[in-house]
């Protein structure tokens, strides 16, 4: 069966659409676009190399563990040093933070720009061997002081991202982006090897349908958690209970929560006082994109954009979507606040 749809000649590609953002800002200096087109090119080798794994046997774990205690898997390893050696080469960093690395990555002087990049080169990846979607994700901010570039650079809230984004590698490879003006959708067109606008300034639901958190640790939750649940469960109006999705993997759980409305949540609890998800490179990104498709982010008791990070490892509570899901959520907590 032949393809008969006329073929596109004035498509919009990631990069092309990165370029024209980049030309309507007064005084850019073309620096972050450079930087953009780097990390979708690590992107992209990463979404081939997740397609050949098991062709490739990278499967299975490299023998390590990582800063926050995760096994490594061999894709882990292959990701977090393509994403590294992309941006470094684009001559637009000067800090790099990753899940995978104890400390900070001084850029090397010949090399060095004006951005801090932090970023989980691939989310999700204790999903690899069973072949559930797995993603990467990062924020970029731009160094704050004329001072040799440091790990303090880093520590910036999230209000200061100036683009975020991540990728998803699922049934098709999908990047979402944000500079600061609405959220943009992009599919990788395998034929191209490009990245091709599908969802222009998207929007998540006020109010969705379904809940998603890792339920098995409920024995944990604390009481505010405990009777949110039970209110989607269990509607006390009347109405439908809330469905329950939850793949495990952060990047295909808040995608699905921005394209179908609901909520997301990976509260603290007993087990994890202070949560389990990272605030510079899983949390801040993911929150930066949310709110601007008009949800909220909270770690349940500030926005997560407003949370000023102490250490690049630093964890917190996380729970994101719908506005009028978050709010239920927030109204719960509030209530056992007071009554404590």
Do not use: W
């Amino acid at each position: 069966m032949t393809d008969k749809s006329p073929f596109e000649t004035d498509m919009l590609t990631l990069t092309r659409f990165v370029m024209e953002k980049g030309r309507r800002v007064k005084g850019a200096t073309g620096e972050l676009t450079q930087l953009l087109n780097s990390m979708l090119t690590a992107i992209k080798a990463i979404s081939a190399a997740v397609r050949k794994a098991g062709l490739a046997h990278m499967f299975g774990i490299a023998g390590t563990v990582n800063v926050t205690g995760d096994e490594v898997k061999k894709l882990d390893v292959l990701s977090n040093s393509l994403v590294i050696n992309m941006l470094q080469s684009s001559y637009s960093t000067c800090v790099l933070v990753t899940e995978e690395n104890k400390e900070a990555i001084i850029t090397p002087k010949d090399k060095r720009g004006k951005y801090v990049v932090c970023f989980d080169p691939l989310d999700g990846s204790s999903n690899i061997d069973c072949l559930a979607p797995i993603g990467t994700i990062f924020a970029i901010y731009k160094k704050e002081t004329d001072d040799e570039p440091s790990e303090k650079d880093a520590l910036q809230p999230g209000r200061n991202i100036v683009a975020a984004g991540y990728a998803l590698y699922g049934s098709a490879t999908l990047v979402a982006l944000s500079t600061g003006q609405g959220v943009d959708c992009f599919m990788l067109d395998p034929g191209l090897g490009e990245f091709i606008l599908v969802d222009r300034d998207v929007k998540i639901k006020k109010k969705g349908k379904v809940y998603s958190l890792n339920e098995g640790y409920a024995k944990y939750f604390d009481p505010a958690m405990t009777e949110y649940l039970q209110k989607k469960k269990f509607p006390e109006d009347g109405s439908s209970p809330y469905g329950a999705r939850y793949v495990g993997s952060m990047v295909a759980d808040v995608h699905r929560t921005l394209m179908y409305g609901g909520i997301f949540m990976y509260p603290a609890n007993q087990k994890s006082p202070k949560g389990k998800l990272r605030l510079l490179y899983e949390c801040n990104p993911m929150a930066f994109i949310i709110e601007q498709a008009g949800g909220i982010a909270t770690t349940g008791t500030e926005a997560v954009l407003d949370v000023k990070p102490e250490n690049i490892h630093q964890r917190v509570p996380f729970i994101l979507g719908s506005p009028d899901d978050v709010k239920e959520y927030l109204a719960c907590v509030q209530k056992h606040q007071k009554s404590s």
